[in-house]
């Protein structure tokens, strides 16, 4: 299994408030038709936060049972404890993921010096049965992990990728250049996909490709197929609604466009909210617009 | 019970990385017998990000055994998840607490709107079975909570009081101006405290109470008596430890003062860590100053 | 001449975009009938950064003469060249300013590290003719100039103050708690005018003091008599009305609402522009809720 | 003349604080040699605003009749004020620059919203005899210009391009896509080159071309003849020392590189210094890395 490609930090359905096993289900039946390369489970789209312990244990269940072996299984275990990080990441292990994404640690945020941050790493590392991949997501932390601390963390054979979400191209050529070779460097924002792409990463772990996996997973092919032009313009479409499903509509928004695309999102949990018609309606022309533009691609 | 005056957001103390029980009963039997008016428990500085849900409820059980009728007695029982806060704050009620502080939500950042931050706290309210005190707190959570927004949940019988870590005078001031009278508005950053009084604050919940309680007491005591200049004084002697224990050395550092001053701190969870020796020497040499400057106050 | 009270960094009134002498000269013989204890000419509010050579020499030399000998005369003298600023502050010391107010060099932000600065102040406060007070106001320079390094830059004797218009009240005590007895520090933020008293600071250059110079003046009389509570009420009178004219509206609110107060305040000059007929309202209603709620003090 | 390729914001070179146009003279007869496609004279990199009025046309004069009619000379005239923005850059265009680059106004930050950036530029650019090049520098003036506002300006005839030194790539990505066709959107970022072209770009406005012009315009030609691989990898070389000569050293080491490659840099104006021993070994190591490892390029 190469760690590559495209993957969708997946939402979680809710039902009346209440988790919907079986809505997950039928998400992963569409999802495992595309191009993806793989799922990160509770990650932060996934509401993670909005989620008791048995409910995450749920989600890891379903999503294990719903994943073929030929995809990734990634489950977000990060936790603000070094020891609870250690605890769920093992949990997860046993129940099949297939790697870890642990995100900085950041309540404290004066607190979290590169040094305490190396050393929850390595502690999670040297005790976790599978591997880690570092989430880095300083829109949601306020805490950036410095590339110089992700080339030292890379050394360790158990930390073994990163999700940069800061959407920080400087940066992410910097940890890819400066990182172990082999080290896989994931961006975790849309809108600069392919510039990622160009600069080296192996990958996307991107909101909106819940919605529109293969449009995704179409500039990565035309990438790696050297059109540069087409991957582009691909990307130049996309950005629209990767924008409005995460910097402008936040989840709400995301799991709307995932309604709209034939997929199950519901609603979020409060205090977070679906929007109004209004953003359906634009949400409806992003991706008019995009699928007009785009007949290549798509289940 | 009158809302106001100095309480620490009491540190919870651990004994080889469990929670040590019997050390928060020692704590409270020498800080019940300074001028505290109350505490707030399982607040930030007792690093309630690492807890978990039994550990939260055998500190507030312990807490209200040791907590006497005459001081005000606040959990902390803010949550990401609306539901959740609801939940646990209406079992901290149920267990003893007078009021709550509740946290505004803060991982999806770009969503936290003042509608949904809003919306949040009056549902909270409408459920809650004790007041609610909203906790403003920019340096952990990310966000500000604007004195528009507080103002208007002022009205809302339920939401009795704020304590606004910001720092900033002005802001405090605008919401002192703008609310509800009666509703109780305490600083939550020990370098403002006199100032925030000027302004109109009814107290402090000062981290650094935890480690010199009479010291913060005293503060008060001097502006109530007209003492402006001695008040000041007395603010100048304190503001370099609070700082010390605040923004320069974390919890870690706060710990380490409460140990120096004759309570148990021991050391934080990780990723946390208890600071060097150097800092031990440096924390003895600012309460050595503020002792010696203060012959006043003290158990 | 005491350095202290309430100060306006006057504002430089245009007639068709060209400098108008006669207004200045006018808005001065008011303004000397009033509790203001001087002024600041060519500071932010005066526009300097839209003034060439010239005009600043007529503006500082129909100042000097309108200025009368009882009241400070301050010059706003940086530059981002270290030269020129010594220049430019030996001439308007040679035309008759008493102080030269000297912002911190901040085009290169992230050059102007600490040691850059103090140097910078040291070299000027040299070879300067008159005494030299730092002006800090990151809302326009970007950068903050640490207590530490205010601190140090106290102990030249040619340094004789500073005018902080952080707004932050921790960093103010902090500056008058470090620095050596006798530096005049000033604030430079209106709604914190009270408690910047309360904290020790000698008085406030406030924009809004183009205005309504008695109601800030007045301010201070009531702390200096001790009645903290008409302070505090006659801040939180002025507080709405100062927001407006900086940070909500600018200069060119600001020049409105001293048109509107039988002073002279016209256009700024572009990229600035005179706000509408809607704040003309807005700012009337304020000026009425301040002179209604006070009918103690104006000209 | 192509508007595109890599230009330097030429450094200006004083001997004993005074301008020498002598060496401003050698500079250009050796960068004439290399594949540079212009130059920006009186730039933030040419200490602009350390310079009066007499010297900056000296500038004006000795580059105009350095730069060959092959290249592209680009002044920047941007001011704070709109009016003395028009007048220097008629003032530069009578003395034969080929086009203005104007940076955004910035000292009144908070007044500086998209309408009134937006007449500003549409002010200057009317009134100007030669094309307008927008410049955002958010590092310099606190200020961003949004993508949506730049898109308008891209609509007049005589706004022509931008050099966005942001290094948000997301953003350069925006522009482009938003803008009309061939608005010539230049990176003023090294550290992103090569990612700032594959989402089209036209080249870059790089601080670092000062001292290694010619490894520069390398990353472009790889780039343009498709070879990504040997650009990236390019990229990766120059970065080291682009970020040393600009976030870590600020001008005082762009000079000093630029001594260390044969041309003359000489002292930046105070209150900038040039950095000592440790930082000249520093950048030697740098360079001996750049041209080992790169023997295809230099002059």
Redesign the interface.
């Known amino acids: 299994m190469k760690l590559s490609g495209v993957m969708p930090p997946i939402i979680t359905p809710f039902q009346n408030?209440k988790l919907s096993l079986d809505k997950i289900k039928k998400n992963f039946q569409k999802w495992n038709q595309t191009g993806l390369s793989g799922y990160v489970v509770l990650g932060?789209n996934g509401e993670a936060?909005?989620l008791?312990?048995k409910e995450k244990i749920k989600v890891i269940e379903v999503s294990r049972n719903s994943i073929p072996k030929s995809k990734i299984m990634i489950v977000g275990t990060g936790m603000?404890?070094?020891?609870?990080t250690i605890r769920f990441t093992n949990q997860s292990a046993k129940m099949g993921a297939d790697f870890a994404l642990v995100v900085t640690?950041s309540?404290?945020?004066?607190?979290?010096k590169p040094q305490?941050?190396y050393?929850?790493f390595i502690?999670v590392a040297e005790s976790s049965k599978i591997g880690i991949l570092i989430y880095n997501v300083p829109?949601?932390t306020?805490i950036n992990l410095e590339p110089e601390v992700v080339a030292k963390l890379s050394e360790h054979p158990n930390i073994i990728g990163i999700k940069d979400s800061s959407?920080?191209?400087?940066q992410l050529?910097?940890i890819i250049?400066r990182c172990q070779k082999g080290f896989a460097v994931f961006v975790g924002?849309a809108?600069?996909f392919?510039?990622a792409l160009?600069?080296?990463a192996v990958g996307g772990i991107l909101a909106v490709a819940n919605a529109v996996p293969n449009e995704c997973v179409e500039i990565q092919n035309l990438f790696n197929k050297?059109k540069?032009e087409d991957a582009?313009a691909e990307?130049?479409r996309l950005?629209p609604l990767a924008k409005a499903v995460t910097?402008k509509y936040?989840?709400?928004g995301l799991k709307m466009a995932v309604d709209l695309t034939g997929y199950f999102g519901g609603d979020p949990?409060?205090?977070?909210?679906r929007p109004g018609k209004e953003v359906e309606e634009e949400l409806k022309q992003l991706l008019l617009q995009l699928k007009n533009s785009n007949k290549k691609s798509g289940p």
Request: proline letters at 9%; glycine letters at 14%; charged letters at 20%.
């Open positions: 408030g932060s936060v909005y008791n312990d603000e404890s070094t020891q609870e640690p309540y404290f945020k004066g607190s979290m305490i941050l050393d929850h502690s829109q949601f306020g959407g920080n191209i400087d050529s910097e250049h924002s809108p600069v392919f510039p160009c600069v080296g050297g540069m582009r990307q130049s950005t910097v936040g989840i709400g949990r409060p205090p977070l909210k």
